[in-house]
């Protein structure tokens, strides 16, 4: 049997798998590769499922046109699994055929976040792709194997593993499945201390796209590496900061919490972050043990954003209290409401490591 006849068949069967776990699942396939070339049989994959409501996406209109010619009654969007124009908790199930390993690596994380935002909540997620711990293999072509271990911390934040398995092994570069179960962000887990960022960036997964944010003495700013990188600008400061993270439409400036409601060139901000507030206290930071609350109240004052993100340590008493003092002034001065409010236990020994997150909304 021809190498790629197996793995078409083992698309087959581990598609028909995770579609039987629903009654009538909203299907997600994410290319049109195998429809167009009727593998393994006739009609690829979708016409040799029993049973989903398919939608298709591809971002070659040549394929795209060549298939409906043949199956007119598909629904077929070309579009890119960076940006998927669909709206967010649509799917029930997403098939990803050895899709996500033909982007770069440095967007990898933007197609997890996409999928996690089109799926809905207990949604699963079909993953099949080439693994290498080689960045490019010639005869791969225009795939680019993926770090199995790097992607496993990207899903680590936002699904649960099922079930995986290598089913296929070619010279330096292995073929492996995974199925993956969508986590409410409310429950989403880790031992460290990116805890904070994980729950805050599984609620903000469906909210970023096309917003202005601010994340303020923003560190390394790592929640950029959990949400999807859909916004219209992320902007962030901090004085002890000498290399920040550079992604597209990224803003990073080594400068006092004072300043910047001078320097921020935006005339408008919809997300503000505020991670560790309180922490100057701890490290006797005259910048933001003295000034931190002031800006951010300037800052809410100036432009009114829509979700505000506040995060501190409730083992420290005094980081606690300011946090709750900005809560309340907040809800009675400015009429947000508290959306949510977590606790969290990021389980690490070391001091600090029980959070508390408040998440207001206007």
Not at 10 to 27: C, E, H, T
Not at 207 to 224: E, F, G
Not at 331 to 348: F, G, V
Request: aromatic share 14%; glycine share 4%; proline share 3%.
């Amino acid at each position: 049997m021809h190498k790629y006849q197996k793995i078409y068949e083992y698309y087959l069967q581990k598609s028909q798998k995770v579609i039987n776990y629903f009654q009538s699942p909203d299907v997600l396939k994410v290319d049109v590769y195998n429809e167009l070339m009727d593998a393994p049989f006739k009609g690829g994959i979708v016409k040799n499922i029993s049973k989903g409501n398919f939608f298709l996406l591809d971002n070659n209109k040549n394929y795209i046109n060549r298939v409906l010619k043949k199956f007119p009654e598909l629904k077929i969007t070309n579009g890119d699994i960076r940006n998927i124009l669909f709206s967010s908790n649509n799917f029930d199930v997403i098939l990803d055929l050895s899709t996500i390993d033909h982007v770069p690596d440095s967007d990898t994380h933007t197609v997890i976040s996409e999928y996690y935002r089109v799926l809905r909540t207990d949604g699963i997620l079909l993953l099949i792709a080439w693994f290498s711990e080689k960045q490019k293999i010639e005869w791969l072509n225009d795939a680019f194997p993926l770090q199995l271990s790097y992607l496993k911390k990207l899903l680590s934040g936002k699904f649960k593993i099922l079930e995986e398995e290598t089913f296929y092994t070619e010279k330096d570069a292995f073929m492996h499945s995974i199925i993956a179960r969508k986590l409410p962000w409310m429950h989403l887990q880790t031992r460290k201390l990116d805890a904070r960022f994980l729950v805050v960036a599984g609620y903000l997964a469906n909210k970023v796209k096309d917003k202005y944010i601010m994340d303020l003495n923003c560190s390394n700013a790592r929640l950029l590496e959990y949400i999807p990188h859909t916004f219209a600008s992320y902007y962030g400061n901090d004085i002890f900061i000498d290399v920040f993270p550079d992604y597209k439409n990224t803003f990073f400036e080594k400068i006092t919490d004072e300043e910047v409601i001078d320097k921020y060139k935006y005339n408008k901000l919809d997300i503000l972050l505020v991670f560790g507030h309180g922490a100057g206290h701890i490290l006797e930071n005259k910048w933001e043990s003295k000034t931190l609350d002031q800006s951010i109240r300037k800052i809410v004052e100036k432009f009114r954003p829509s979700i505000i993100v506040l995060e501190a340590s409730y083992e420290y008493e005094h980081s606690f209290f300011m946090l709750w003092d900005l809560v309340n002034c907040f809800q009675n001065n400015c009429n947000y409401k508290i959306a949510h409010s977590i606790e969290i236990d990021s389980l690490e020994p070391i001091n600090f490591s029980k959070r508390i997150i408040y998440i207001l909304e206007d």
